[in-house]
């Protein structure tokens, strides 16, 4: 009965490569949120899809891109993953754009 | 821009104790607040939202203030157990979906 789901869990890689991360929602929220929280921890937004439209892109480099088929998943592709993309991701989805937020377990990226 | 800072950065209690931990923000202009528990390695789980019109929330021991005006917020967490270890993460809402995070309060309760 999870409620965020993210796959995989961890995630090995080298530099140059695609890869993507999948999110999924069981909670019938119509929006959701991708985050990237670095090695000292701060965690700051990445994009926030409402009803399958793009409503944020924080200034990320195109090499990411987000997908939305349906309202209950939001997927990130990375191409070219670079040293710097070392992290880890976290999906989270709410009702409405303003309401509470919950989380996914979170997918550590590491690129060698 | 909005911006959120939290105080202190690690905190170390005896079990028993009641503590709070503190969460100020630059722009008043926010939809609401909301208060997460992050253990080691994994998710953040919510603990209490406050919406911007709202001056507090309680969930059990956790009781959860807001100051617009002043740009504040505490989290108040009644008899702390070994259990609440964990790092405390405020968030701030605000422009229709944009969210800030402060860097956390990492508390340890010692038994």
């Known amino acids: 009965d999870t409620a965020v789901s993210q796959t995989p869990k961890y995630l090995v890689t080298q530099m140059g490569n695609d890869k993507s991360i999948k999110c999924e929602q069981n909670?019938?929220?119509?929006?959701m949120y991708w985050y990237k929280q670095d090695s000292k921890k701060f965690l700051k937004i990445m994009f926030s899809?409402?009803?399958?439209?793009?409503?944020i892109n924080e200034t990320v480099p195109n090499r990411f891109s987000p997908k939305s088929p349906d309202k209950a998943h939001l997927n990130l592709h990375i191409n070219s993953l670079e040293l710097g993309d070392s992290a880890v991701y976290f999906c989270?989805?709410?009702?409405?754009?303003?309401?509470?937020?919950?989380f996914g377990p979170g997918t550590r990226l590491t690129v060698t | 821009k909005q911006e959120v800072t939290q105080i202190p950065a690690a905190l170390s209690v005896p079990e028993g104790e009641n503590l709070v931990l503190n969460c100020s923000f630059t722009d008043s202009a926010i939809y609401n607040l909301q208060w997460f528990r992050q253990d080691p390695g994994k998710g953040l789980t919510s603990l209490l939202l406050?919406?911007?019109?709202?001056r507090e929330q309680t969930s059990g021991r956790l009781n959860a203030s807001l100051d617009k005006s002043s740009g504040r917020s505490t989290l108040y967490i009644a008899a702390s157990q070994p259990g609440d270890s964990a790092t405390y993460l405020c968030?701030?809402?605000?422009?229709?979906?944009?969210?800030?995070f402060g860097d956390g309060t990492t508390l340890t309760v010692k038994p």
């Open positions: 899809y409402n009803n399958k439209e793009l409503i």
């Open positions: 909670l019938g929220h119509d929006t």
């Open positions: 989270a989805s709410s009702h409405g754009r303003v309401s509470e937020q919950y």
């Open positions: 406050i919406q911007s019109s709202q």
């Open positions: 968030a701030v809402f605000w422009d229709a979906g944009k969210s800030t």
